[in-house]
């Protein structure tokens, strides 16, 4: 059986962890007897220097042809002074309404073999935490109305948030979908004392909630989720928010983790198809130096396996290799110890290789 997966390379080191992700599926592939037919799209900074535009029309073509697609990142100080709408970032909110991917998952885990690395207090860190941030991915404040005008003290500027009904239940389900598959509690996170938006995002989460009797259900606001989520992070299990409410605190979510180069990421539509990629950018400082922490794209690619081509078996392997590797003591220097060695970007992927 073979599948086709379309691969966004991009920009800085996004090069560099693609290929690591996909030397590591071919490594699963060989092992289970499966076929992956990979095809390279420009995007990003790469496309526009060749054709352009951040995301060429056959860009979009082939992902949408596509079962799956893997990026890497976009972005770097070489198209920083572009127009907004010529930017390099602009392709990723494009190739996402393109393919219709309006909810994101950001797994945050603590690794326990890089626990010493985790910025909270120890006895926190001793509890563990699992949790996945469900993230709305095309509406709100990001989407909104924008512009500038005349207010009272002069030339001002706006952003509008705006969510209907319909895509918070949408987010909703998919919310408690995936808490059903693990610890059954998910806690919808808003602003509803300040916010009409958020309001309406708490009633429709209620309502939602009723499909779902066996998951628990709880609201917390905005300000307080960031506070528990360095306080006692095992709390949470499934955390479904709004488009930047979660775009932050997956940030914060990831820096608990110890490094934002491990923590991969999907986004998903109505159909199987979804986009894989690590919750990291091009990371410009580090690019083609050979260094960069390949985990992210390698678990993002795990993620792809499970989520979008239902091979639960293969994804557990690659996970487990991981999990070994960091366990064996292979640190690329993100998260080596200060002064302790490292390895590079091949030496990491080759770790991983040899534990599938
Ligand atoms: P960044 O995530 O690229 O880098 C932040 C810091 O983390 C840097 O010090 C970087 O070296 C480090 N880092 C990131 N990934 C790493 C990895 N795999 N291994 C080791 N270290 C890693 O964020 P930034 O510096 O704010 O942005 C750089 C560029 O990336 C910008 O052009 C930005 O617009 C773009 N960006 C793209 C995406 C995306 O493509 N999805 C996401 C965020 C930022």
Redesign the pocket.
């Known amino acids: 059986m073979a599948y086709d997966i379309a691969l966004l390379r991009?920009d800085?080191?996004g090069p560099e962890?693609v290929d690591s992700a996909v030397a590591v599926l071919r490594a699963v592939g060989k092992k289970y007897g499966l076929d992956f037919n990979f095809t390279n799209y420009l995007i990003g900074g790469a496309a526009i220097d060749e054709t352009g535009v951040p995301l060429p029309e056959e860009t979009v073509k082939g992902c949408l042809g596509a079962q799956c697609v893997l990026l890497g990142?976009?972005?770097?100080p070489k198209w920083?002074g572009l127009p907004g709408d010529r930017r390099?970032?602009k392709a990723?909110l494009g190739i996402r309404s393109a393919l219709g991917l309006y909810t994101n998952l950001r797994p945050a885990r603590l690794f326990p073999a890089l626990s010493d690395e985790c910025p909270l207090r120890r006895d926190i860190v001793d509890r563990g935490f699992d949790l996945m941030i469900v993230r709305e991915l095309t509406g709100g404040i990001y989407f909104g109305d924008r512009g500038y005008r005349d207010g009272r003290y002069g030339r001002e500027a706006f952003d509008t948030e705006s969510y209907s009904a319909y895509e918070v239940e949408r987010i909703a389900r998919a919310a408690f979908s995936i808490a059903g598959g693990r610890r059954k509690k998910v806690t919808s996170v808003d602003k509803a004392n300040v916010l009409e938006t958020s309001r309406l995002w708490r009633a429709t989460m209620e309502k939602v909630s009723e499909e779902y009797p066996d998951v628990e259900l709880g609201h917390m606001f905005v300000d307080n989720a960031a506070m528990q989520l360095v306080r006692d992070p095992g709390q949470f299990d499934v955390i479904v928010t709004s488009n930047m409410f979660g775009d932050i605190l997956s940030d914060e979510a990831s820096q608990i983790s110890g490094?934002?180069?491990l923590l991969p990421s999907a986004s998903l539509g109505e159909g199987s198809r979804g986009m894989y990629?690590?919750i990291?950018?091009?990371?410009?400082?580090?690019a083609g130096q050979g260094i960069?922490?390949p985990l992210?794209a390698i678990l993002s690619a795990a993620m792809m396996l499970r989520i979008s081509l239902g091979l639960e078996r293969e994804a557990d392997d690659i996970e487990r290799a991981v999990d070994q590797a960091i366990s064996d003591g292979f640190r690329?220097p993100?998260i080596a110890r200060a002064g302790g060695e490292s390895v590079t970007t091949r030496e990491m992927t080759q770790a991983v290789i040899d534990r599938i």
């Open positions: 991009g800085g080191i962890i990142a976009v972005g770097g920083d390099p970032e990723l490094s934002i180069g990629e690590p990291h950018g091009s990371a410009p400082d580090i960069a922490d992210a690329t993100d």
